[in-house]
């Protein structure tokens, strides 16, 4: 039965990890699930951007699992995937207590970063979810890095001060008078959570009592979103285990460079630029072979070179460079990856502009596609594709064609 908003146990109770109530009815909601709905619930339905609880139901001994709740039409559904025996029944109501409380350490670290935000730039909150591994807050606006760094260093400076996060309900008159965030319309009742001086905002989630309880808060992959920014955060046990990873990365670059932390940054810079004109060099010693080749077999009809890896637009300049040494077309095979047995072969054809051949390149790639499966295109004079075949079996039969 839907009770008044905001007055449902889960609101006067956010730390309540179980608790006994009558089960009024259980239905069948869709294929393989069921819903339950109960007197009063410890269970939060999804709301505000923040997931559903789930945990468990134990009727009589038995325990059914709650894979999602949820709020439809005033009711919370407690969703299960097996029917009850029978209802009215008592029942005991137990959370995922860790899950919980990690999303109202999100929530709660949320009104924090946005508040924050909001006092030093005016940005509002357009959009905030929370899963079970990330949390995404977009804003209104661009912020730089700095600013983005100053924003999480006063969050937490508000975390170690443990203001007291308090749940108020104003009146319509009351409300008038204050300078509050509003993400969106909750109902009828007003619900703000006030978060010390930093904060004060609408809200339908589950909150902490105490800042302190966040715990430490990293903000991170700040991006571009919709005209302003869209940044992924991390609060309490999240960050925790945030940092953890990071500092393994860290740790496994100072024995990859044999070079303390502090140089890292140096090091790899440096070892970047050698790879880079490392491949800058073996791809001119490439181009040089192939190139050779060329030069061995210039004059006649046509040429066909197996080559290695090379950027998809070097491909292209290459085959038409080498075309001016034969009289129809040059035609460079490039493995692209291996499918169990199967390999995929690109290609690029061209024919030289200033060649006096009118062999047209559309007639090969037709008769391709007449024994192989071949993705490609093209035009008279240049064609370029993929070819599920080895490239020297389908060099080889590319030179029967032409025999």
């Not at 025996?85 to 899950?99: E, G, N, S, Y």
């Not at 808060?217 to 991006?223: F, K, N, T």
């Not at 001119?284 to 950027?311: C, D, H, M, N, Q």
Request: charged share 30%.
């Amino acid at each position: 039965m839907a009770k008044e908003l905001f007055t449902e146990y889960f609101y006067q109770n956010p730390y309540s990890r179980e608790m006994e109530s009558t089960i009024e009815l259980c239905f069948e909601y869709e294929a393989g699930l069921y819903a339950v709905v109960a007197e009063d619930s410890c269970f939060y339905p999804e709301g505000g951007g923040q997931p559903g609880d789930r945990g468990e139901i134990i009727v009589a001994g038995k325990s059914y699992p709650v894979l999602d709740t949820i709020r439809r039409q005033g009711a919370i559904l407690h969703l299960i995937p097996e029917p009850l025996a029978k209802t009215p029944v008592k029942a005991i109501f137990r959370i995922d207590w860790q899950r919980r409380f990690d999303f109202m350490q999100q929530h709660s670290g949320e009104h924090l970063i946005s508040g924050i935000c909001h006092s030093l730039k005016g940005y509002d909150n357009v959009g905030f979810h929370i899963n079970e591994e990330t949390m995404v807050i977009d804003f209104n606006g661009e912020l730089s890095p700095s600013e983005l760094a100053e924003i999480e260093l006063r969050a937490n400076q508000a975390v170690w001060e443990n203001v007291e996060i308090e749940i108020l309900f104003p009146s319509v008159a009351e409300a008038k008078a204050l300078d509050y965030r509003s993400k969106k319309e909750v109902g009828e009742r007003l619900r703000l959570v006030k978060v010390g001086n930093y904060d004060l905002c609408a809200c339908c989630g589950t909150q902490l009592r105490k800042t302190g309880e966040i715990g430490p808060i990293r903000l991170r992959r700040m991006q571009k979103h919709r005209g302003g920014v869209r940044i992924n955060a991390y609060c309490g046990r999240r960050a925790l285990l945030l940092d953890r990873e990071q500092s393994e990365i860290i740790d496994n670059l100072v024995q990859l460079f044999s070079e303390p932390q502090e140089n890292l940054l140096v090091a790899a810079e440096d070892r970047l630029e050698k790879l880079k004109n490392l491949d800058s060099e073996l791809a001119l010693l490439r181009r040089s072979g192939v190139l050779e080749k060329a030069k061995a077999e210039a004059g006649a009809a046509y040429g066909i070179f197996i080559v290695e890896a090379f950027p998809a637009q070097e491909l292209k300049d290459l085959a038409k460079e080498l075309s001016g040494d034969f009289r129809d077309f040059a035609l460079l095979l490039q493995v692209s990856e291996a499918e169990g047995k199967e390999q995929k072969c690109n290609f690029v054809a061209a024919r030289s502009p200033e060649s006096e051949s009118t062999y047209d390149l559309r007639e090969l790639l037709q008769q391709l596609k007449e024994k192989f499966t071949v993705r490609a295109g093209g035009q008279a004079a240049f064609v370029q594709g993929q070819v599920e075949a080895e490239a020297k079996a389908l060099a080889a039969y590319i030179k029967e064609l032409l025999a």
